[in-house]
C-alpha cells in the first residue's frame, strides 16, 4: 500500500531513536521500518496524529518528535526567535526609523 | 558612559549564550529512558514460546511484589553477555522474558546453552511488543511493581551494578 501524504509527514516528523539524527522517512533501520509498521496500523484504525504522537512521547520522550510540541517547557523554545526578532528591532529602531525615513 | 554601558552589556549576553549553549552541548541529548518511570506498563499480550495458546497479559496486579520484564534474542551480543546475571537473579525476581525477533530455534538453543532464567517467554516476532513497552535496542530491561508501575527501567545489558540496584529495590 503506498504512502499517503500525511503518513509521510508523520514519519518526517519523528526521529529515528538509532540512527543519526535521521527520521523515520528517511531510515531503513529495523527499528524505523517496525515502528512505522506501528504508526501505520494505527492510521488504518483511525487515529488522529495528536494520538499517534502522544502513543509515541509516552513511550519515547518529547525528544522523539522533531517538532518538540508546544508545552511550558517548550514555550521559551518556540517563542525565542520571535522575541530575538522584537528585541533586535527595538535596539535598532532608531537605524530604522532613519533608513524607512530615506 | 553611554557605550561603557553597551559593552558591558553585549558581553554579559555573550557570555549568557556561551553558558546556555555549553552547557547544552555538554548534555546528554540521547532518549531520556526515565519517560516511563513511575508510569503503569502498558498493557501487552504475551503469546508463549513454548505454546501458542497460552497468553500472558502484562501488568499483573496485586499478586507479586515486583517482577522483571527481559527484552532478549539469541542473536544479541549484549543480552548473551548479560545473561549470567539474569540467571543470578532469578531465585530473586520473577522474570518475564520477550523474545524480540528471533527463531524458535535459534532461543532455545540459546538458552539450553546458557541457562533458562525466565518464569515465561513470550514472541514478539514482529517487535511491535517492544515498540508497545517504549524500548528501543535490545536488551532492555523493567523492574515492574504490584501496582504495574514501573520502577526501573535499564537500556543495554545489566551489568554488577545494576544487579546490586535491583536487589536493592526489591528488598
Redesign the interface.
Known amino acids: 500500500m503506498a504512502s499517503s501524504e500525511r503518513e509521510i509527514n508523520i514519519y518526517k516528523n519523528i526521529r529515528c531513536?538509532?540512527c543519526q539524527g535521521q527520521s523515520l522517512n528517511d531510515s531503513n533501520s529495523?527499528?524505523a521500518v517496525?515502528?512505522k509498521?506501528?504508526i501505520k496500523k494505527k492510521i488504518i484504525n483511525k487515529e488522529t496524529d495528536r494520538e499517534i504522537y502522544k502513543y509515541l512521547?509516552?513511550?519515547?520522550?518529547d525528544?522523539?518528535l522533531f517538532s518538540p510540541p508546544l508545552k511550558k517547557n517548550t514555550l521559551l523554545l518556540w517563542g525565542f526567535p520571535l522575541i530575538a526578532l522584537v528585541g533586535g528591532v527595538f535596539i535598532l529602531r532608531k537605524r530604522l526609523v532613519f533608513y524607512l525615513k530615506q | 558612559m553611554k557605550k561603557q554601558f553597551k559593552i558591558f552589556l553585549l558581553v554579559s549576553i555573550i557570555a549568557i549564550f556561551f553558558v546556555i549553549f555549553y552547557y547544552s552541548l555538554k548534555a546528554n541529548?540521547k532518549?531520556?529512558p526515565n519517560?516511563?518511570l513511575n508510569?503503569v506498563l502498558?498493557t501487552i499480550e504475551l503469546i508463549s514460546f513454548t505454546n501458542f495458546n497460552l497468553r500472558q497479559v502484562l501488568p499483573i496486579i496485586n499478586k507479586d511484589k515486583y517482577y522483571l520484564i527481559n527484552i532478549w534474542s539469541s542473536w544479541c551480543v549484549p543480552c548473551r553477555e548479560e545473561h549470567p546475571i539474569l540467571i543470578k537473579l532469578k531465585d530473586k525476581i520473577k522474570i518475564y522474558g520477550i523474545n524480540y525477533?528471533d527463531k524458535k530455534t535459534n532461543a532455545t538453543s540459546f538458552l539450553n546453552e546458557l541457562g533458562n532464567p525466565f518464569y515465561f517467554i513470550g514472541s514478539d516476532k514482529?517487535?511491535?511488543v517492544?515498540?508497545?513497552?517504549?524500548a528501543?535496542?535490545i536488551p532492555e530491561t523493567y523492574v515492574v511493581n504490584s501496582k504495574g508501575l514501573i520502577v526501573f527501567k535499564h537500556v543495554g545489558p545489566l551489568n554488577k551494578k545494576i544487579y546490586l540496584r535491583i536487589i536493592e529495590l526489591i528488598k
Open positions: 531513536l538509532v529495523d527499528f517496525d515502528l509498521k506501528v512521547t509516552e513511550r519515547y520522550g525528544w522523539i | 541529548n532518549n531520556n519517560v516511563m508510569k502498558p525477533k514482529d517487535g511491535s517492544a515498540i508497545e513497552l517504549g528501543y535496542g
